[in-house]
């Protein structure tokens, strides 16, 4: 991977609270954040003292050149926001400035924890669909905005293989969103949660507490039965 292809983007602890509707016992899990980039879910939830594992390529980069890349994707992407403004709910976020701040807010955040946490195992280099995970180590894994938002870049078999995968690392997964970058469902949704049925399965799709993104209204929960 190299650095001029990586877009970090990364979304806060409060963003993926809701977006995952996770409880206060939620919290208290072991759990795996794949595809976490630069969001600050890690350090804000082992700042309160939870156990938490982030997984994603972009590991392989320091804070300073993560840093440097931040803030040239983020002057390309705030334009491309406004142009593409009617496709997002403007409430809890109520203008494109205000996204920015988020946005930056939670990257800085994870800027500032990535050395120490990379140093405690806390950001660990690797990607779907193999991950360097022991059979069933977490409680919940997460992915937020990678499988299903990236469709047409990732193929169906890739889905496929990296649910199976989550679902090998831990009890349960949730992934949000299930629409495209366009806000159209995704084609897989459903060929995955019949694969995943028929291997035993259970797959609800809950209603997620994140408004944003126009059509991204559910969370899609795995467990083994
Ligand atoms: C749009 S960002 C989302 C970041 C974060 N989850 C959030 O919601 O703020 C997509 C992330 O998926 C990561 N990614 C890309 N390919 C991946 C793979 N094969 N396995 C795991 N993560 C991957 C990217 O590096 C990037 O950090």
């Known amino acids: 991977m190299e650095l001029s292809h990586v877009v970090p983007w ?5 963003e993926y609270r809701k977006m995952f509707c996770l409880t ?4 208290k899990k072991s759990i795996l954040g794949c595809g976490d980039g630069p969001a600050s879910f890690n350090s804000g939830l082992t700042s309160m003292g939870g156990a938490v594992i982030s997984a994603d390529p972009v590991y392989a980069f320091s804070a300073i050149q993560l840093q440097a890349r931040i803030a ?10 406004e142009a593409t403004q009617s496709q997002y709910i403007w409430e809890s976020i109520p203008s494109v400035d205000a996204l920015g701040q988020v946005r930056m807010d939670a990257m800085l955040r994870f800027l500032t924890d990535y050395e120490q946490g990379r140093q405690q195992g806390r950001y660990v280099e690797c990607s ?29 078999v890739q889905h ?7 679902l090998r690392v831990a009890r349960e997964v949730r992934i949000y969103p299930l629409v495209t970058l366009d806000g159209s469902p995704s084609p897989y949704l459903q060929k995955v949660t019949t694969a995943l049925k028929q291997q035993g399965a259970d797959v ?22």
């Open 160 to 166: 496929l293989d990296s649910v199976f995968e989550l």
């Open 72 to 81: 040239e994707v983020y002057a390309e992407i705030i334009p491309k926001m």
């Open 10 to 14: 990364g979304r806060s602890f409060r």
């Open 128 to 156: 779907l669909p193999e991950l360097p995970f022991n059979n069933k180590q977490f409680d919940l894994a997460l992915c937020s905005h990678y499988l299903f938002l990236y469709s047409s870049q990732v193929s169906l």
């Open 204 to 225: 609800q799709l809950l209603s997620s507490a994140y408004v944003f993104q126009k059509g991204a209204t559910h969370t899609l929960v795995i467990r083994e039965q």
């Open 24 to 27: 206060d016992s939620d919290l």
